[in-house]
């Protein structure tokens, strides 16, 4: 069973700083591909990072790159995403989610087979 639980989420004014956590409490974690997705208001759910297990292989969207990096700590089950130089377009619910397919690091949120509950991020300008 894998259970997601992210925290870290909150309101920060644009040009600032937040760090994501996602734990997995299950005992599967480690075979697990991970991802960070989002979803604004009236949007659809989009891709935002990726990171492969163990953690070599490491995807970012477009419009986070160079601000945002995804990590893994295998020895604690979590996963992170520090995001830097926030703005107000990143304001969304980020789910952390994971895939149990070997070889493979979803892109799409249809990839992934297990998710969290979300934690809203909140850029004000």
């Known amino acids: 069973q894998v259970t997601l639980v992210e925290s870290g989420g909150g309101l920060v004014q644009a040009g600032g700083s937040l760090r994501l956590s996602c734990a997995d409490s299950?005992?599967?974690?480690?075979?697990?591909?991970m991802g960070w997705l989002r979803q604004a208001p009236g949007k659809e759910r989009e891709f935002v990072a990726a990171?492969?297990?163990?953690?070599?292989?490491?995807y970012y969207a477009i419009s986070v790159k160079d601000r945002f990096t995804i990590s893994r700590d295998n020895a604690k089950n979590t996963v992170y995403l520090e995001m830097n130089s926030l703005k107000p377009e990143d304001t969304a619910v980020y789910y952390c989610?994971?895939?149990?397919?070997?070889?493979?690091?979803?892109?799409?949120?249809?990839?992934?087979?297990?998710w969290g509950q979300g934690t809203q991020v909140t850029v004000s300008s």
């Open positions: 989610a994971a895939s149990a397919r070997v070889g493979v690091v979803p892109r799409l949120p249809a990839g992934y087979e297990y």
């Open positions: 299950g005992r599967t974690f480690r075979s697990y591909a």
């Open positions: 990171i492969s297990w163990p953690g070599g292989s490491i």
